[in-house]
């Protein structure tokens, strides 16, 4: 049974004050030589206040977020933050990257690494009453590699082979090839295991709309550019191993606005419309940081970058991609946009909160003017048009860059790209920007080696497998979308592979360092700033955490607290 939100939950505003970390730290930790397998600010996630004894249940949650998702749950990351409040998963990711039981209680892998098998609580139920039994998660598995969720395939693709029911509670996950990475790869919230009656028996727009799940809540509603409305599970009793405590939600329910507006959306939570809001615009966060519990996480996967077209067009030319690398100042450039509240990332194929990451592949391409022109000319590129745009053999150095505009690319982000514009120019590019509506960034329309010189783009993933998602060659018959600079180097590809199939974590760094110094050389991506999720939560709410695979907002812990508890 579910209990809708109450619209008359009692409030109590506090204000608190919690200073965390500056970014500045991390990003000076990794460049100074250590990588991080946490991408939490500071060495934890702060609590907001002291746990009570007796958290007090019931309220709503006002949470104002910055985009809309295109479904409850999908391949999108802001698809992953929603689907977390309605979906278990079968295991999690504490903030030590360590893997915890969820679902699944324990786990064990076969000598040859192809066979896992994974033991299954037997207490849980889908919100429409049907069993999380294993014959229930070896259906998710089939659903999510044969379209259910493209992300999902993505990751486990050329490694699932079948998944099938031992008994009731067992279920055995057998591969084609070692895959190190595969416990990391289901903590995140695109292998969350949705009911297989609902996905059989309901249209694609209702499991889209209002997926059915075991986790803490339910959709309730959702009014298409306005708001999701999620109510409490009253049976829940199968939190992570990490979460704060077991049991259904402490609060009656969240109220999931889409604020895409900047100033409305930190505007709501000054005025004490919003409990929590996500994406703190860059000008608001040293105020947020002193009025109310700021938490910042720094995403794993690919950051945020330049993706360049290797196929056809100027950066076809490896040295064109290379200059290109040098000819901008963009630790300078994300210090300003940002007000130094995001760090800056060297790399274009890793962000440096991900295990593996390699420093001194990430640093190759400081900011160098005189070698960007050097390497232009040796080029070719050795005339000069009279606005500055070099020439060679009468034509342009013309980019066409694409970016998808407060989907990818948030109004900050919007801000580094202009400013990364102005400064190509020196070096002679003359870039054209072309910012996409999400309809037409969704669409695949601007996806393929003609749409493109260049485009914004990122991948989260709590490990370097990414890189394999990102640099899959590929063919006719196995076509990779990911692969949005559409390189075809196979010596990347079989040093990727390696560390995928590595028998140890010395061997997976190894590879994988090695794999990052050849993509490196070749330049098909240039790194710009940290994928980031930031909220600020008012001081009448606690128990909000980031989950450390993502850094999607957990509900499931929170409470509000009456003026004598705080």
Known sequence: MTTPPSPNAPKNRLRHTLLLGTTAFLSAAVLAGCSSSSGFVGTEQVADRQPTDDPQSGGI??????????????????????????????????????????????????????VWTLSLRED???????????????????????????????????????????????????????????????????????????????????????PIGSGPFIVQAWESGQYLEFSRNEDYNSAPANAKHQGPAYVEGIRWSFIPDNTSRYGSLLSEESDVIGEVPAVNIAEAQERFNFKQFITPGRPVVINLNT???????????????????????????????????????????????????????????????????DAGWTERDEDGTRLKNGERLEVLFTYGLNTIVTPDGNTVIQNFQEQARAAG??????????????????????????????????????????????????????????????????????????????????????????????????????????????????GVWLEASQGAPVFHDAYFITEEEG
Not at 160 to 184: C, Q, W
Not at 437 to 444: K, L, N, V
Not at 481 to 506: C, M, R, W, Y
């Open 61 to 114: 949650i006002e949470y104002g977020h910055l985009q809309e998702p295109l479904c409850v749950y999908g391949g999108w990351i802001q698809e992953t933050f929603t689907s977390r409040q309605i979906l278990d998963s079968l295991v999690s990711q504490d903030e030590d990257g360590d893997v915890v039981p969820w679902l699944a209680t324990n786990w064990e892998v076969s000598e040859d690494q192809l």
């Open 124 to 210: 849980v139920s889908f919100t429409d009453g049907t069993p999380v039994d294993a014959e229930a998660v070896a259906y998710n598995f089939d659903h999510w590699l044969d379209g259910g969720n493209g992300t999902a395939a993505a990751h486990l693709g050329g490694f699932y082979e079948a998944a099938e029911a031992i008994d009731e509670h067992t279920v055995e996950i057998r591969l084609s090839a070692p895959f190190s990475p595969f416990l990391s790869t289901i903590s995140q919230s695109y292998f969350g295991i949705q009911s297989p009656t609902a996905l059989e028996t309901r249209s694609a727009e209702e499991n889209c709309r209002a």
């Open 429 to 542: 590019f003359d870039i054209q920007l072309r910012p996409l509506t999400p309809s037409e960034m969704f669409s695949g329309a601007f996806s393929g080696p003609d749409a493109y010189d260049a485009q914004v783009g990122y991948w989260t993933s709590p490990h370097a497998g990414i890189l394999n998602i990102n640099y899959r060659p590929g063919t006719e018959e196995a076509p990779n979308g990911a692969n949005t600079t559409f390189l075809a180097d196979h010596g990347v590809f079989g040093t990727i592979q390696k560390a995928l199939q590595a028998p140890t974590s010395e061997e997976v760094t190894e590879h994988f360092s090695a794999a990052q110094r050849q993509l490196s050389e070749l330049a098909p991506a240039i790194g710009l700033y940290t994928q980031t999720n930031t909220i600020a939560v008012s001081d009448e709410l606690t």
């Open 311 to 377: 196929e056809k067009g100027v950066f076809a030319d490896q040295q064109v991609r290379q200059a290109l690398s040098f000819a901008t100042d963009r630790e300078a450039n994300i210090e300003s946009a940002f007000l130094g509240t995001v760090p800056s990332e060297p790399s274009g194929y890793l962000s440096q909160s991900t295990p593996d990451y390699d420093v001194a592949a990430a640093t190759e391409y400081p900011f160098d003017l005189y070698q960007a022109n050097q390497l232009l000319d």
